[in-house]
């Protein structure tokens, strides 16, 4: 049964009102805001093999993107042979993220990633262009270790109920944090149905109007986003290339 992206967004809301108020924090103590993570770099490895976030050289995802004025981009995500070492000494996992509109080129930006001895995958900053007003701009820039930057957590080895942490940390800049909310989540996109999948709340303090639901499934990663509050855009997964 089709749903319109208003109705989807709707249900999205009231499953995380459903499912928050039970949540209880657990898990490992994570950074949640301006704390330092106060990681070693000997304890990473480029080698992400996190089954809800899974970074491997030669993936590639293809993805929809909708704002909310119905607009839709594509974006193209491809995790890279490269590697860089950054401010805070991890050496990260490049990863290229796309989007084009009618197949100009609007956004480029370099992710950064790494997976620590726990499995757990941490976030170490972009390198962002937007192309979209004709100039570049790179405002949304940052580096962990780099002008008071660091590091945030992507996903967690084991994720639970509850827990919380942050997604990145750049003071004004980038203040993103996430909780989960279920283990047992499914998701309907164009690539498929997926059931076992971790659902997850985002919001940023820099953004208090906004709350963003996305879903990742086991030996995918991310197939599914919609803002639910402070605007409607939908990220829904085309094809995945592993």
Known sequence: ??????????????????????????GPPFPQT?????????????????????VLPGARWLV????????????????TNRTRRMGDGVVARVVDDVVRDHGKVIEKTKDRYAQDAEGNVW???????????GKKNRTGSFEAGVNGADAGVAMP????????????????????RSRVLSLDAQAQAPFGHFTGAVL????????????????????????????VSGGSEREE??????
């Open 1 to 26: 049964m089709h749903r319109s992206i208003a109705t989807s967004a709707a249900l999205l809301l009231v499953l995380a009102a459903v499912i928050g108020p039970r949540a209880s924090a657990s």
């Open 34 to 54: 301006s704390e330092p993570a106060n990681l070693n770099p000997a304890e990473f490895t480029t080698n992400i093999t996190n089954p809800y976030f899974p």
């Open 64 to 79: 929809r993107v909708t704002n909310q004025r119905g607009d839709r981009f594509l974006q193209t995500i491809k995790v």
């Open 123 to 133: 976030y170490f900053g972009e390198n962002t262009v937007d192309l979209s007003h």
């Open 157 to 176: 080895a084991h994720p639970t109920v509850g827990m919380t942490y942050r997604e990145e940390y750049f003071a004004g800049h980038a203040m993103d």
């Open 200 to 227: 997850t709340q985002d919001t940023s303090p820099l953004e208090p109007q906004v709350l963003e639901l996305k879903i990742y499934a086991p030996g995918i990663g991310q197939v599914l986003a919609q803002t």
């Open 237 to 242: 997964l085309i094809s995945f290339k592993r």
